[in-house]
Each structure stands twice: as C-alpha cells, then as structure tokens.
C-alpha cells in the first residue's frame, strides 16, 4: 500500500514538474511580457494538472472505453483520446495566458499560429512522456482515467 502511495506521489511531482516547466517556457517562446514567471508557472502547472483530473475525467472515461471497445486494444484506445484531451488542455492554457495578457502584450514576431502549434504539441509530448513511470509501473496502458 505504502508503495502504490509513494508511485502516485512521484507520478503527480513529475506530472507538475514537467508542466510548470512547459508553462514557464511559453512566456519566452511565446513572448509573454511576464514578471513573475516561476510564480504564474507554478500557478498554470498545478491548474494544468487539476484540467487533466478534472476535465479529462469527464472526457476520458467515455471517450478512451468508447475508442477501446471500437479497437479492442488498449495502445490504439491510449493514443487515439489521451493527446485528443491533451490538445484541448494545452489550448485552454494557452487561451488562459492570452486572455491574461492580451492588453499588456505588443506585438512579437515570436507569437505566431506555428509557434503556438508546436508549443501546444510540445505540452502533449511531455505530458505523454510524464506517463511513462505509471506506465512502467502499472505494465501497460491501463484503461480509464489515472493520466492527466
């Protein structure tokens, strides 16, 4: 029990890590005038993480047994709902951080529609790669929701 607690509390600090450093890297790639950049990074890292649980519980539970019953295989049910959810997240941050900035923010040639593409993908990869210590863990692709 003891274990199975220990791998759930390093499987959410790598989740948080991984995206409050994605977040913190968007103010510069993105060019996002912001001053207080590891305090707003934590903030939309651990909102980012509570979407994933919260958000993608609701989509997940439906979507990933609806695609697992239609292939009946748990890697085509992981990779064709995980980062569909994923995508919707990231963008979600990405609106979130516009809607923060959009008075403050000049024009930068750095905030551009393929910039935010691959700064979007970007989150999915990572939070795709977060998964690989409970995927290890747990001997494959679980079906339902414990990814966010």
């Known amino acids: 029990m003891l274990y199975e607690f220990m791998i759930l509390i390093f499987y959410v600090f790598i989740k948080l890590a991984c995206y409050t450093g994605w977040c913190y890297f968007a103010f510069s790639y993105l060019g996002f005038p912001v001053f207080r950049k590891k305090t707003l990074a934590s ?52 609106i979130l951080l516009e809607l923060i900035y959009r008075k403050k ?12 593409m691959i700064w979007i993908t970007g989150g999915v990869v990572i939070s795709c790669l977060a998964d690989i210590p409970i995927l290890l863990e747990s001997g494959g692709i679980p079906i339902g929701r414990i990814f966010c």
Do not use: C
């Not at 903030?43 to 609806?66: D, E, K, P, Y």
């Not at 295989?73 to 990405?94: C, D, H, M, Q, T």
């Open 43 to 94: 903030i939309l890292g651990v909102l980012r993480f509570g979407m994933g649980v919260i958000i993608g519980t609701i989509l997940i539970l439906t979507f990933v047994q609806t695609i697992y019953d239609i292939f009946n295989n748990k890697y085509l049910a992981y990779f064709f709902s995980y980062p569909v959810v994923r995508v919707f997240e990231w963008g979600a941050i990405l």
């Open 105 to 116: 923010q000049k024009s930068s040639n750095k905030h551009t529609p393929v910039r935010i």
